[in-house]
C-alpha cells in the first residue's frame, strides 16, 4: 500500500478533522441540555482521566510510533518491534485496571471526586481498554504515514460518539452514558485498521531476533520519556492559568466565575490546539523517512511548506471563529461570559504561536533530542508562571490571557533560535505567515484584510509559496477537494495564465 503523500496526508486530516471538530462542538453543547450541571462535571472528569490515564497506562511506547516505525521498517523488523511495544503496553494497561477495579472507591473518589461503585469502575476500565486500542491504532496508522486511514478513525470516532451518545441519553441520562458510549465509538472506529494488514506483513523479512533487545530498549525508552514529560509540561500551562485566576483573585468566588470566563474563551480555540496534536502526529513520521534516508535538507523543506500551509490555515479558522462566537455567546451561553469573548482574540493568538511551536520541534524529536524541546518549554512554563503571577491580580482574566500569549511567544523564539543553532533557516514568507495572528488583535475585519493579500500575493507571485510549494498544493491539495466536490482555481495556473 502506498504512503500518503505529506501534502495530501496534510490535507485529509484538516479536512476530516474540522468537521470532526464540528460534530464535536455540537455534541457538547447537546450535552449540556441533557445533563445536570453535576453530571456534565463527573463526564468532564471522566474525560480528562481518558486523557491522562491512557498514555500513562501504555507508558507513553505508542508515541514513539511517528518517530521509529520508519526506522525497523526499512530494516524488515516492524513486527517484532510491534509486538514489545504492545506486549509491555498490554502489560501497563492491565495493572492499571485491575488497580483501578480493586481500589475503586479511593481512585474512583480521587479521580471524580465522588464515591465510586465497582459497576462505575468497570465501566470506565473497559472504555478506557477501548481508548488505549484505538489510541495507539492511530499512532500506528500515523507512523505508517497512512494518514486517510488516520483521519477516517478519528472521523469515525466522532461520528459514532455522537448517535450513540444520544440514543444512549434518551434511555439513560446519565454522565456513565456517555462514557459508555465513549468506549464504544472508540471501539467502532478501529474498523479501518484491516487496510494497515499488508504493510505490517511485508515489513516481516527479517529475523526478530536481530533486533537485540537492549538496543532497541535504550534508544525507545528516553524517547517516549521525553514525549511524555513534553505532554505533562504543556498540560501544566492550563493548571498556572487556571489556579492563578483561582487564588490571586480578591475573593474565592471572584476567581471561580474567572476561571469559568477563561474556559470560556477557550471554547473555540480549543479546536486549534486539537488540530495542532493531529498535524504534529501527521507529520512526523513523514520527517522521520526522511531523516533516516539522511536528507536532512528535505526535512527542512517539509517543515517550512507544512508549517506555512497549516498556519494560515489556522489563522483562516481563527477569522471564523471570530466572526461566529458574538453570535454563540449572545444566543447559546446567554451573554453570561462577556469577559471570555472580549479575551478570545488572546486565546486564539496563543493557539497559532503554539502550533508554530509545535510542528517546528518535530525537528528534535527526528533528532531524537526531546530535552531541547523539553528545556524550552520548561522555560515558557516558568515565563507563563511568573507573568500570571504579576499580571492577574491587577488585569484579572486579561492578565492571564496576556501571559500565556506572550510565554507562547517566547516559546516560539526560543525554538526558532535553537532551529537556527542547528543550522536550519527558513526564508522570509515563513516569519511572514507565522506573525500573521497577530492581525487577530485588530478584529476580524483587519485579520481578513491580511488573509486576502496573502492570497493574492501566493497567486501572482512566488514571493509566499514558490513554484515547488505550489505544485505540491496543485498535486496534492486540490484532488483531495475535489473528492468532496470542491473545485478552486489553481495557484499554478492562476500563475502561468497572467
Same mark, same amino acid.
Given at each position: 500500500?502506498?504512503?500518503?503523500?505529506?501534502?495530501?496526508?496534510?490535507?485529509?486530516?484538516?479536512?476530516?478533522?474540522?468537521?470532526?471538530?464540528?460534530?464535536?462542538?455540537?455534541?457538547?453543547?447537546?450535552?449540556?441540555?441533557?445533563?445536570?450541571?453535576?453530571?456534565?462535571?463527573?463526564?468532564?472528569?471522566?474525560?480528562?482521566?481518558?486523557?491522562?490515564?491512557?498514555?500513562?497506562?501504555?507508558?507513553?511506547?505508542?508515541?514513539?510510533?511517528?518517530?521509529?516505525?520508519?526506522?525497523?521498517?526499512?530494516?524488515?523488523?516492524?513486527?517484532?518491534?510491534?509486538?514489545?511495544?504492545?506486549?509491555?503496553?498490554?502489560?501497563?494497561?492491565?495493572?492499571?485496571?485491575?488497580?483501578?477495579?480493586?481500589?475503586?472507591?479511593?481512585?474512583?473518589?480521587?479521580?471524580?471526586?465522588?464515591?465510586?461503585?465497582?459497576?462505575?469502575?468497570?465501566?470506565?476500565?473497559?472504555?478506557?481498554?477501548?481508548?488505549?486500542?484505538?489510541?495507539?491504532?492511530?499512532?500506528?496508522?500515523?507512523?505508517?504515514?497512512?494518514?486517510?486511514?488516520?483521519?477516517?478513525?478519528?472521523?469515525?470516532?466522532?461520528?459514532?460518539?455522537?448517535?450513540?451518545?444520544?440514543?444512549?441519553?434518551?434511555?439513560?441520562?446519565?454522565?456513565?452514558?456517555?462514557?459508555?458510549?465513549?468506549?464504544?465509538?472508540?471501539?467502532?472506529?478501529?474498523?479501518?485498521?484491516?487496510?494497515?494488514?499488508?504493510?505490517?506483513?511485508?515489513?516481516?523479512? &527479517?529475523?526478530?531476533?536481530?533486533?537485540?533487545?537492549?538496543?532497541?530498549?535504550?534508544?525507545?525508552?528516553?524517547?517516549?520519556?521525553?514525549?511524555?514529560?513534553?505532554?505533562?509540561?504543556?498540560?501544566?500551562?492550563?493548571?498556572?492559568?487556571?489556579?492563578?485566576?483561582?487564588?490571586?483573585?480578591?475573593?474565592?468566588?471572584?476567581?471561580? &466565575?474567572?476561571?469559568?470566563?477563561?474556559?470560556?474563551?477557550?471554547?473555540?480555540?480549543?479546536?486549534?490546539?486539537?488540530?495542532?496534536?493531529?498535524?504534529?502526529?501527521?507529520?512526523?513520521?513523514?520527517?522521520?523517512?526522511?531523516?533516516?534516508?539522511?536528507?536532512?535538507?528535505?526535512?527542512?523543506?517539509?517543515?517550512?511548506?507544512?508549517?506555512?500551509?497549516?498556519?494560515?490555515?489556522?489563522?483562516?479558522?481563527?477569522?471564523?471563529?471570530?466572526?461566529? &462566537?458574538?453570535?454563540?455567546?449572545?444566543?447559546?451561553?446567554?451573554?453570561?461570559?462577556?469577559?471570555?469573548?472580549?479575551?478570545?482574540?488572546?486565546?486564539?493568538?496563543?493557539?497559532?504561536?503554539?502550533?508554530?511551536?509545535?510542528?517546528?520541534?518535530?525537528?528534535?524529536?527526528?533528532?531524537?533530542?526531546?530535552?531541547?524541546?523539553?528545556?524550552?518549554?520548561?522555560?515558557?512554563?516558568?515565563?507563563?508562571?511568573?507573568?500570571?503571577?504579576?499580571?492577574?491580580?491587577?488585569?484579572?482574566?486579561?492578565?492571564?490571557?496576556?501571559?500565556?500569549?506572550?510565554?507562547?511567544?517566547?516559546?516560539?523564539?526560543?525554538?526558532?533560535?535553537?532551529?537556527?543553532?542547528?543550522?536550519?533557516?527558513?526564508?522570509?514568507?515563513?516569519?511572514?505567515?507565522?506573525?500573521?495572528?497577530?492581525?487577530?488583535?485588530?478584529?476580524?475585519?483587519?485579520?481578513?484584510?491580511?488573509?486576502?493579500?496573502?492570497?493574492?500575493?501566493?497567486?501572482?507571485?512566488?514571493?509566499?509559496?514558490?513554484?515547488?510549494?505550489?505544485?505540491?498544493?496543485?498535486?496534492?491539495?486540490?484532488?483531495?477537494?475535489?473528492?468532496?466536490?470542491?473545485?478552486?482555481?489553481?495557484?499554478?495556473?492562476?500563475?502561468?495564465?497572467?
Amino acid at each position: 500500500m502506498a504512503s500518503d503523500s505529506i501534502a495530501a496526508g496534510l490535507s485529509f486530516m484538516l479536512i476530516a478533522n474540522v468537521l470532526q471538530r464540528g460534530i464535536g462542538f455540537a455534541r457538547n453543547v447537546g450535552f449540556c441540555s441533557f445533563l445536570s450541571e453535576e453530571q456534565l462535571g463527573l463526564w468532564a472528569l471522566a474525560s480528562s482521566f481518558f486523557v491522562l490515564g491512557a498514555p500513562l497506562a501504555v507508558l507513553g511506547l505508542p508515541g514513539t510510533f511517528g518517530r521509529f516505525v520508519e526506522t525497523y521498517r526499512v530494516r524488515g523488523l516492524l513486527p517484532a518491534f510491534l509486538v514489545r511495544i504492545l506486549v509491555v503496553s498490554l502489560i501497563g494497561t492491565g495493572v492499571m485496571s485491575i488497580a483501578l477495579l480493586v481500589m475503586h472507591h479511593a481512585l474512583g473518589h480521587l479521580i471524580l471526586g465522588v464515591d465510586t461503585t465497582l459497576q462505575t469502575m468497570g465501566l470506565i476500565v473497559a472504555s478506557l481498554g477501548a481508548v488505549i486500542l484505538f489510541n495507539v491504532s492511530t499512532e500506528l496508522a500515523n507512523g505508517l504515514r497512512q494518514s486517510r486511514i488516520a483521519s477516517m478513525m478519528h472521523s469515525s470516532s466522532s461520528i459514532f460518539f455522537t448517535i450513540i451518545s444520544v440514543i444512549v441519553l434518551l434511555i439513560w441520562p446519565d454522565w456513565r452514558s456517555i462514557v459508555l458510549a465513549f468506549g464504544l465509538s472508540s471501539a467502532f472506529a478501529l474498523w479501518p485498521m484491516w487496510r494497515l494488514k499488508p504493510v505490517i506483513t511485508e515489513s516481516c523479512v &527479517a529475523d526478530a531476533a536481530k533486533l537485540k533487545p537492549n538496543e532497541m530498549w535504550r534508544r525507545i525508552l528516553p524517547f517516549a520519556a521525553s514525549v511524555w514529560t513534553m505532554n505533562l509540561l504543556i498540560n501544566l500551562f492550563e493548571v498556572v492559568d487556571r489556579y492563578t485566576l483561582l487564588y490571586l483573585a480578591a475573593t474565592p468566588e471572584l476567581g471561580a &466565575a474567572l476561571v469559568g470566563q477563561f474556559h470560556s474563551a477557550k471554547i473555540l480555540p480549543v479546536l486549534l490546539t486539537s488540530l495542532t496534536s493531529l498535524v504534529s502526529a501527521m507529520l512526523l513520521p513523514y520527517l522521520a523517512k526522511d531523516w533516516e534516508a539522511g536528507e536532512s535538507q528535505r526535512v527542512r523543506t517539509s517543515l517550512e511548506f507544512t508549517i506555512k500551509s497549516a498556519i494560515f490555515v489556522f489563522f483562516l479558522i481563527s477569522i471564523g471563529a471570530m466572526i461566529f &462566537a458574538p453570535w454563540l455567546f449572545q444566543y447559546v451561553l446567554k451573554n453570561k461570559y462577556q469577559e471570555g469573548l472580549e479575551a478570545m482574540p488572546m486565546a486564539l493568538v496563543y493557539c497559532c504561536f503554539s502550533a508554530s511551536s509545535v510542528l517546528l520541534q518535530n525537528y528534535f524529536w527526528c533528532a531524537e533530542k526531546g530535552r531541547v524541546v523539553g528545556m524550552i518549554t520548561a522555560l515558557g512554563l516558568v515565563a507563563n508562571l511568573l507573568l500570571n503571577l504579576w499580571w492577574v491580580p491587577y488585569f484579572g482574566l486579561s492578565g492571564a490571557m496576556a501571559a500565556t500569549a506572550i510565554s507562547g511567544f517566547a516559546i516560539l523564539l526560543l525554538t526558532l533560535l535553537s532551529l537556527r543553532m542547528a543550522k536550519i533557516r527558513f526564508g522570509w514568507s515563513f516569519y511572514l505567515i507565522g506573525m500573521l495572528p497577530v492581525l487577530l488583535l485588530f478584529g476580524p475585519a483587519i485579520a481578513m484584510l491580511g488573509a486576502v493579500i496573502i492570497v493574492w500575493l501566493t497567486s501572482r507571485t512566488s514571493s509566499i509559496f514558490d513554484e515547488a510549494e505550489k505544485r505540491m498544493l496543485d498535486l496534492s491539495l486540490l484532488p483531495v477537494l475535489s473528492k468532496i466536490g470542491m473545485t478552486i482555481p489553481s495557484l499554478w495556473h492562476l500563475r502561468n495564465r497572467r
